[in-house]
């Protein structure tokens, strides 16, 4: 199927070949667009990707009961082979999609901690506006929160024999445009991590 988008002023043409995208991984209803009707997220699996194996959908629920397509994002959701299958396994593994106070939850689980990015449909689209991260590394706790719709973000980090934080930074730090779903990719936005 060939399907075009638009949503204020940007154009999006995405070829959707669904066929090799048979596995649901995690999938999530809850309202995203305020309109009281139940939406929905999946995430499938291509089992014969051999990188980037992973599609997020969005369809939104409609009175009738049917759902309406919305977005497919092909790497929103991290891989656990970006080199392919037969490479390097980095120990970030997606964990589940979720809905919490209709803000769509990317959860990634990591080796020694986890991370979310947290989507909210403002605008005409999915809008990035919160990233959370705990990671253990050197027996030191690290924590980010960042609210990216107030641009505050707060660094903290604690030794794991203690249970003090100390604040690393407390800062605000504005991103515009907010970064939108369709052209998410995890790991690969710098502000995320450094100032």
Known sequence: ?????????WSQLALLNNQHYTKIISSV???????DILDQVVVKEDTTAFTDPYQLEVSFGQENGDFKWILSATKAVISPYPDGKDGLNTGIQFSKVSIHNGVLWIETEMTRGHMQHKFRYQNGHFELIGFSYANVDHDILYLIDYNLSTG???EKECPISSDTFKVKLDKTIKINPLPSLPDFEPLTSEFLFND
Not at 29 to 35: A, F, I, S, V, W
């Open 152 to 154: 505050r973000r707060i």
């Open 1 to 9: 199927m060939l399907y075009f988008a638009s949503q204020n002023g």
């Open 29 to 35: 209803t809850g309202d995203l667009n305020k309109d």
